[in-house]
């Protein structure tokens, strides 16, 4: 059974940063694209970053090019995601979302997502 | 301002049908494939339909895709109280090389 963990989420200040963690189970960690993808209070889902199976392969929404980092560790079955420079936009809900195949391919599992709370 | 453009809302009775549509460009759903995703909200959401218009085993046959062009529409018949939901479509984007979702249509089964 595919199991997606979040966690590392909390209030943070504006300009702050937070690293998010995602534990996998249930699946063969370095043969699928994972992606992190974000919710702000009373809004829809919002594409944040994908990593391909490898790693080689990163893409980013433009909105935080430059500010967050995708990776993961295939010894730990761990995706992360760094947030530097947060500002308030940045407050949502985080889910870890495991895809199909590659980056292209959908999300298929998702997590429960972790709350992040950007505010002074 | 969401890249995918979905009705906010939509409602129906018990057993109606209901469409939810979502309007893109080409170079999001004219040239890729179009997904749907269900979402309680709370929960991890749930993939309803893949490639425009399969279902993913376990989904009911009450879920059905389409997709025309630059355009796709979730169905859902025989609509039950637990269809209350909000649901997203979503595509990968060539020119951005990412995904985008729609803003979400919140269904309600009056």
């Known amino acids: 059974e595919v199991q997606l963990v979040e966690s590392g989420g909390g209030l943070v200040q504006p300009g702050g940063s937070l690293r998010l963690s995602c534990a996998a189970s249930?699946?063969?960690?370095?043969?699928?694209?994972m992606s992190w993808v974000r919710q702000a209070p009373g809004k829809g889902l919002e594409w944040v970053s994908t990593?391909?199976?490898?790693?080689?392969?990163?893409y980013y929404a433009d909105s935080v090019k430059g500010r967050f980092t995708i990776s993961r560790d295939s010894s730990k079955n761990t995706l992360y995601l760094q947030m530097n420079s947060l500002r308030a936009e940045n407050t949502a809900v985080y889910y870890c979302?495991?895809?199909?195949?590659?980056?292209?391919?959908?999300?298929?599992?998702w997590g429960q997502g972790t709350l992040v709370t950007v505010s002074s | 301002q969401s890249v995918l453009t979905q009705p906010p809302s939509a409602s129906g009775t018990p057993g109606q049908r209901v469409t939810i549509s979502c309007s893109g460009s080409?170079?999001?759903?004219?040239?890729?494939?179009v997904y749907w995703y269900q979402h309680f909200p709370g929960t991890a959401p749930k993939l309803l339909i893949h490639?425009?218009?399969q279902r993913p085993s376990g989904v009911p046959d009450r879920f059905s895709g389409s997709k025309s062009g630059t355009s796709a529409s979730l169905a859902i018949s025989g609509l039950r109280s637990e269809d209350e939901a909000d649901y997203y479509c979503?595509?990968?984007?060539?020119?951005?090389?990412?995904?985008?979702f729609g803003g979400g249509t919140k269904l309600t089964v009056l």
């Open positions: 979302a495991k895809h199909s195949s590659g980056a292209p391919s959908p999300p298929d599992y």
């Open positions: 249930g699946f063969t960690f370095t043969t699928y694209a």
């Open positions: 990593i391909s199976g490898s790693g080689g392969n990163t």
């Open positions: 080409s170079s999001n759903i004219g040239s890729n494939y």
């Open positions: 490639r425009n218009n």
């Open positions: 979503a595509a990968w984007d060539d020119s951005l090389s990412g995904w985008v």
